[in-house]
């Protein structure tokens, strides 16, 4: 919205700043930073006030978990808020790629706030069934993936691009809407099962967010694009105050999440943030590297998938307990030494996702 004070503008001067998607990023990293700080104790207050026992706790989950009975969650509303309104204040929006990644962050975020609801009001961890939720997201991610395809170059228009074979593009044609989903739908859901300790999913989105931001800059310049031979994707760029105003409400809500947490994001955040990084990557033709950057939310629903496969079939289980995060606290690790590792991890991850953009 801000971009439009460029118009008062004559070339120079501080309406000029406005043209430049760096500054803009920078005032809708503040802008989502200070929403937090303002607005999450008093979220936090009406939470706790409504929400009365706060978020169910699974009972067959790790024992200690048991004491954090009582701590409200919705706390998501706090980063989508920051998020969206930062967006919509410094983003420039005529641009379709900005619209199409908060349609998904809106959308995911409605499908986590009912789910969150139901648990809250039925004290019962089940909340919405996994059919509806299942299907609804990927109603939302076809329309996202067929938006995305309309506004793609020519040439990229339902292809695949892959990092480091950088000339190599696998033509999915009408299937490329189908992949678009999965990739939103993964994402949203391995976000959502990496949401289980306090601080444990937040930051690796954030890290995820900058890097996927710092792509979407890259491949929206031309210049940038010949440099590191990458496809060019015009008007990408302005995704990058989108992933600037979501980490810093990421920042302003982890004040609050760091352990012991004052309020969990549930559901409600880990959707919409998980839905926004698919979005993104599928944007910016990046969703291969998507799977690198985000590898720990891979890791954490691969831990998923491989337990209930393998205790269908033998019985037994390959983890202690699943998600992966989980195995660990059985085996005796203190939960801010899991967070702050898995951390870590997420870092060195994204930085091996952007090297791609440079190998060839």
């Not at 004290?123 to 993936?145: D, E, P």
């Not at 954490?300 to 209930?308: G, M």
């Not at 037994?316 to 992966?324: D, H, N, T």
């Amino acid at each position: 919205m801000l971009f439009w004070l460029t118009e008062l503008s004559d070339g120079g001067g501080a309406f000029n700043l406005f043209r430049y998607i760096t500054f803009r990023a920078g005032g809708a990293f503040l802008t989502a930073l200070l929403f937090g700080f303002l607005f999450g104790n008093p979220l936090i207050n009406v939470l706790r006030r409504r929400q009365g026992k706060g978020q169910p706790i699974r009972t067959d989950g790790p024992e200690t978990h048991m004491s954090k009975a009582g701590t409200p969650t919705m706390g998501g509303l706090l980063i989508v808020g920051a998020l969206l309104t930062s967006t919509v204040l410094w983003a420039r929006l005529d641009n379709p790629f900005v619209w199409m990644v908060m349609f998904v962050t809106i959308c995911y975020a409605a499908i986590g706030f009912a789910d969150d609801y139901a648990k809250v009001t039925k004290q019962n961890a089940a909340g919405l069934s996994s059919k509806m939720r299942l299907l609804l997201g990927f109603l939302i991610a076809g329309v996202a993936g067929y938006w995305a395809s309309l506004f793609h170059p020519p040439e990229l228009t339902g292809n695949l691009a892959l990092p480091v074979f950088k000339n190599t593009l696998i033509h999915l044609g009408y299937f490329f809407v189908p992949f678009a989903m999965i990739v939103i739908v993964g994402a949203a859901n391995a976000v959502n099962l990496t949401d289980g300790l306090d601080g444990l999913a937040i930051m690796p989105v954030m890290i995820a967010g900058g890097t996927l931001g710092i792509i979407a800059y890259a491949v929206g310049r031309v210049d940038f694009t010949e440099y590191l031979d990458v496809h060019y994707v015009p008007g990408t760029g302005e995704i990058l105050i989108f992933c600037a105003a979501l980490f810093g409400g990421g920042l302003g809500f982890l004040w609050y999440n760091a352990p012991p947490a004052a309020v969990f994001m549930g559901d409600t955040g880990s959707l919409a943030l998980g839905g926004a990084l698919g979005a993104i990557a599928v944007a910016t033709k990046h969703e291969i590297v998507l799977a690198i950057v985000g590898g720990l939310f891979v890791v954490e629903a691969l831990s998923v998938i491989i337990q209930v496969m393998y205790f269908k079939r033998t019985g037994k289980r390959v983890f202690l307990m699943a998600p992966i995060h989980h195995h660990y606290e059985k085996k005796g690790w203190a939960e801010p030494q899991i967070v702050i590792r898995f951390w870590i991890i997420a870092l060195i991850l994204a930085m091996i996702g952007l090297a791609t953009l440079k190998v060839r």
